[in-house]
């Protein structure tokens, strides 16, 4: 098995194997480069007139953020957190106290000079929304929903919105994607074909030589096999071999069933969560001490069709984001932006005036749907979130990501361009727990509740 | 040259873009040059990435601030925005990979339409390291550099050879333009309009810009 870690190779001296004839000063004449380069700089540099001065001062490793360590904030679900936020869920509008609570907070976060992070923390703090049931309720919850001869759909996304106990995870994420039916009669036998088709779609596609693919598919092939190496390379379940070969036939089987967008970098991400939770219902502990090497080939294999079909259905809502120039993810960023001006003024022209671009960072979360900013072992709980909203994810996104991002929203006010760019690279979540990513997502449903339902009077 | 400086004190800021297929190491190129650090299994870069480094080019501290793309044709319709304002570029291939050499063709095309002709550029033959697999020979590559008028250099982000050079290289033409244009002015390098620093990479084209003394305090 392959290292992940980074190694830090010491600074060799730079060798001398460089042959005489690859010095670039001989390659083309230094005289005439520079006055071309000199043309091309003082081109730029025509009529502008950039005022101030930058000040770059070294960034300090970012603090633990205080603010998001309230803890009886803490609903933090985990398997132990039970029920308690079904009143969360927007469906449930009932006009009952929490909800005037969660409005008053609302009118809070209008104000920009209340709009940062730890206003929001304290007045969370004092909320009453930390009761809740115990664990054995909400369980017991799902397991009567799940039991009925039909389930039904609407009332397990609303318990799932507030994470499901992982060991129902596998059957819970099936039905709400839609690849298994809420009719249990049908369910098994549904399964079954799906996971024979699969099995043909990867002999038709996958299990075939070179010379049968266009040079467009081996392209694809090939931008696959370098990327399964590379996914999610801190968990180092993701770096056995067997594993990969599986990212591969799925992403591969699924790129060419998709020719509008083909496989795309961070689709392969995509695939992670459903890996993990599909492998959960056969093995044990800890992901990273998991081995797929006991499992039989028919286990694998339908461990594999359940995540090609599930990643099929999880994209089917986003079909415009991974076709070309992305026009779903473009359209989202925008829509992020509005909303963060709409949330947090200050941070918001903050941003415009050192002339940072949203594009510049969350494409990336569009992209790779925040796999790639949070800790994996908290993937799976915000996906219970992602699934629950169904059809409406990509606009739930926008909230999602707005909280998650005004997370930061006094540390990024202190930063410049340059800063910005780096911090918001690097975000330090390292040591988030479900607690912060809990916290992101009741901010993201509060004002979803609020901005959706009154978009105009907001707008002021 | 090649001293590390401190971050916020610097007399010229260039912007430099990496690009190249995906896989050839560009990611790696850069954390080794601006961290010193290599990892064996790297995320692919989605959309584009950045990181600084200042080095010293006679008297004076140049700092880079180098955008790292994505390397999927996919992503060359966001990743082109960020050439704009580019001086240098180090354009990768994979020396043990043919069909990334093969490439290097459109890549050049692609800077050329998004950037000022003159940008500097430079081609990188890297994993030089992975000499028993090679696939693209160095008369080759020399041979395509100086038909494409670019610069050319092998290296390697795993042992660190030649990674220095390639970005100090880049860097050091694109100061020596500045610098000797200014002593033919007869003047010293703060000839060049003043008041300048830099918002670049951000809403601005500037991209390599002498810092006004005036300023500097
Ligand atoms: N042997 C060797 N491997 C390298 C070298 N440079 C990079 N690699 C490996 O090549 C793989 C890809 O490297 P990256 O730096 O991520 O490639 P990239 O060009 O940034 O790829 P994209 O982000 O997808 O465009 C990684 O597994 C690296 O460890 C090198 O000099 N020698
Ligand atoms: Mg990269």
């Known amino acids: 098995m392959k290292n992940s870690t980074t190694t830090n190779i010491n600074h060799h001296k730079e060798e001398q194997q460089h042959h005489p004839k690859n010095d670039p000063s001989t390659v083309s004449s230094i005289d005439s480069r520079f006055n071309q380069t000199l043309k091309n700089v003082q081109g730029l540099l025509k009529g502008r007139s950039i005022p101030g001065k930058v000040l770059l001062t070294r960034r300090a490793e970012p603090p633990d953020d205080p603010s998001i360590q309230s803890p009886t904030f803490g609903r933090s679900f985990s398997e132990n957190d039970a029920g308690g936020r079904d009143h969360m869920h927007k469906s449930t509008e009932e006009k009952d106290q929490s909800t005037s609570k969660r409005n008053n907070e609302g009118a809070n976060m209008l104000n920009p000079s209340t709009s940062n992070i730890d206003n929001t923390s304290k007045e969370t703090h004092k909320s009453p929304m930390t009761a809740r049931a115990t664990d054995s309720t909400r369980v017991t919850k799902f397991t009567k929903e799940l039991s009925v001869p039909t389930v039904r759909l609407e009332r397990l996304r609303e318990l799932g919105w507030s994470g499901v106990p992982p060991y129902m995870r596998p059957i819970v994420w099936r039905l709400l994607l839609g690849y298994a039916p809420p009719n249990s009669d049908r369910r098994e036998g549904v399964l079954r074909r799906k996971r024979l088709e699969y099995l043909d779609c990867v002999a038709q596609f996958y299990d075939i030589p070179d010379t049968e693919r266009s040079d467009d598919e081996i392209n694809m092939l090939r931008q696959i096999a370098v990327d399964c190496p590379r996914t999610v390379p801190d968990v180092t379940f993701f770096q056995q071999e067997q594993v990969q070969k599986s990212l591969e036939r799925i992403l591969y089987t699924w790129a060419i069933r998709h020719p509008a967008s083909g496989y795309v970098q961070g689709i392969n991400d995509l695939v992670t969560p459903f890996l993990v939770v599909f492998l959960s219902e056969y093995l044990e502990g800890d992901v990273d001490n998991w081995s797929v090497s006991n499992l039989s080939p028919e286990k694998i294999s339908d461990i594999e069709a359940d995540c090609y079909w599930c990643l099929s259905k999880l994209l089917d809502g986003m079909q415009d984001h991974y076709t070309f120039a992305q026009p779903g993810i473009q359209r989202l960023v925008f829509k992020l932006k509005e909303l963060v001006r709409r949330i947090d003024e200050p941070v918001s022209r903050h941003i415009e005036e050192q002339g940072l671009e949203f594009l510049q960072f969350a494409f990336r979360w569009f992209n790779c749907l925040l796999i790639r900013e949070i800790p994996f072992h908290l993937v799976t709980r915000l996906w219970d979130t992602y699934l629950a909203e169904g059809d409406a994810l990509p606009d739930f996104l926008v909230y999602i990501f707005a909280s998650f991002l005004l997370t930061w929203s006094e540390k990024l006010q202190k930063l410049d361009f340059q800063e910005m760019v780096m911090f918001l690279q690097h975000l330090p979540t390292q040591n988030w727990t479900h607690q912060e990513l809990e916290m992101v997502l009741s901010r993201a449903y509060m004002w979803h509740s609020m901005f959706n339902s009154s978009p105009s009077h907001l707008a002021s | ?217």
Not at chain 2, 102 to 115: A, F, M, Q, Y
């Open chain 2, 1 to 217: 040259m090649g001293a590390y400086k401190a971050d916020d004190d610097y007399d010229y800021l260039f912007k430099v873009v990496l690009i190249g297929d995906s896989g050839v190491g560009k990611s790696n190129l850069l954390s080794r040059f601006t961290r010193n650090e290599f990892s064996l299994e790297s995320k692919s870069t989605i959309g584009v990435e950045f990181a600084t480094r200042s080095i010293r080019c006679d008297e004076k501290v140049v700092k880079a601030q180098i955008w790292d793309t994505a390397g999927q044709e996919r992503y060359r319709a966001i990743t082109s925005a960020y050439y704009r304002g580019a001086v240098g570029a180090l354009l990768v291939y994979d020396v043990t990979r043919h069909v990334t050499f093969e490439n290097v063709e459109r890549w050049l095309k692609e800077l050329r339409d998004h950037t000022d002709a003159n940008i500097v550029i430079m081609l990188v033959g890297n994993k030089a390291d992975l000499r028993h697999l090679r696939a693209v020979s160095t008369e080759d590559a020399t041979g395509f550099a100086e038909r494409e008028n670019t610069f050319f250099i092998e290296t390697s982000a795993l042992e660190a050879t030649n990674v220095e050079k390639a970005f100090t290289e880049v860097l050091t033409q694109i100061y020596h333009v500045v610098s000797k244009k200014a002593l033919e002015i007869g003047d010293d390098p703060a000839a060049l309009p003043k008041g300048q620093t830099i918002n670049v990479g951000s809403k601005d084209d500037v991209s390599a810009v002498k810092k006004a003394g005036c300023c500097s305090a």
